[in-house]
C-alpha cells in the first residue's frame, strides 16, 4: 500500500527515513540556536517548562515556523508536500512545534484527537511527529488507535497537563485497547495522523535518554477554522496557565 492508502485506511502511517543524516544535522543546529537565542524573548504561551524555573526541563516550543529561517523553509518543504499528497488537497502550515520530554520528567501526553484543538469543519487537516531521538515504549512513543479517524470525535475534557489542555474523558473503550499500536521511531523516522486520529504517549521512563521531536500541522484549505472559538479558548487557557503558575 502507498503513504495515502496507509494514512487514509488506517488514521496514520509511518515514513521511516523522511529525513537522512544530513539533514537532521541541519534541523538540529538550526534547533539548537533557536533555543540558545529565541526561545527566551518567545511569548511564554509558546513555550512551556516542567518546571519554569529550570530551562533544562523544556518540554515545549510553539509556532517555531514564524521566527526561523532554516526551519521555516523546511516546514512550507517536503514535510508540506507529504501532507498534501495525504490530505490530496492544498494544504496550508499551520504550526511547526518541538516536543521534549526529559528523562524521568517528561509526562505522558492524554488520549486525544487533534481535531478537538482545531476546531475545524470539515475536520481536515494532520499532524506529523519526526522523532530526533530513539524513541520506544521505555521513553513514550506515540501510540495511535488504529481506524479511530473513521469514527468521529469524542468527548474532551481539560487535563492538567500543561501543552495537551484537553484529553478524551471516555477512553478505555474496547476498540481503543484493541487497535492500539505502538509506533517506536529513530532519529528521522516521521509519522503522520489525521486530525481526528485518537492517539497518546506514555511518560519518560527512562533515567537518561531524551525524548525529542519535531510535530508539522497542516491544514487542508477546504477545512474552516471557527477563529472566534479558537481564539476564546487560547485565551482562556493561557491566563489559566499565568494564574496556575505554569507559564
Ligand atoms: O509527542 C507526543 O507525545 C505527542 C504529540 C502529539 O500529540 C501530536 O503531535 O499531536
Not at 534547533?31 to 516542567?50: D, K
Not at 516550543?61 to 490530505?87: D, S, T, V
Not at 494544504?91 to 475545524?120: C, E, R, W
Request: aromatic share 8%; glycine share 8%.
Amino acid at each position: 500500500m502507498n503513504h495515502k492508502a496507509t494514512f487514509e485506511q488506517d488514521g496514520f502511517v509511518a515514513v521511516p527515513r523522511f529525513c537522512d543524516a544530513a539533514e537532521l544535522q541541519a534541523l538540529e543546529a538550526a534547533l539548537a540556536r533557536f533555543i540558545a537565542e529565541r526561545v527566551q524573548v518567545l511569548p511564554v504561551e509558546h513555550v512551556f517548562y516542567e518546571d519554569k524555573s529550570d530551562a533544562s526541563t523544556l518540554k515545549q516550543i510553539q509556532r517555531m515556523h514564524e521566527h526561523n529561517g532554516l526551519l521555516g523553509k523546511f516546514f512550507e518543504g517536503k514535510p508540506k508536500r507529504l501532507a498534501q499528497e495525504l490530505l490530496g488537497e492544498a494544504v496550508i502550515g499551520k504550526n511547526l512545534q518541538y516536543f521534549s520530554k526529559p528523562p524521568t520528567l517528561g509526562q505522558a501526553t492524554p488520549p486525544h484527537q487533534d481535531g478537538f484543538y482545531f476546531m475545524l469543519e470539515p475536520c481536515r487537516a494532520l499532524t506529523m511527529w519526526m522523532a530526533l531521538d530513539d524513541v520506544d515504549e521505555e521513553n513514550g512513543c506515540v501510540r495511535y488507535v488504529r481506524g479511530s479517524h473513521t469514527r468521529g470525535m469524542r468527548p474532551h475534557g481539560r487535563t492538567e497537563t500543561l501543552g495537551f489542555s484537553q484529553g478524551i474523558t471516555d477512553f478505555g473503550q474496547a476498540l481503543d485497547a484493541r487497535d492500539e499500536v505502538a509506533c517506536p521511531a529513530r532519529p528521522g523516522d516521521l509519522l503522520a495522523h489525521h486530525a481526528l486520529t485518537i492517539h497518546r504517549a506514555d511518560a519518560n521512563a527512562s533515567a537518561t535518554r531524551t525524548r525529542r521531536a519535531l510535530g508539522f500541522i497542516y491544514y487542508g484549505e477546504s477545512a474552516l477554522e471557527d477563529l472566534a472559538a479558537h481564539e476564546a479558548y487560547q485565551a482562556k487557557l493561557t491566563t489559566e496557565m499565568e494564574v496556575a503558575g505554569k507559564i
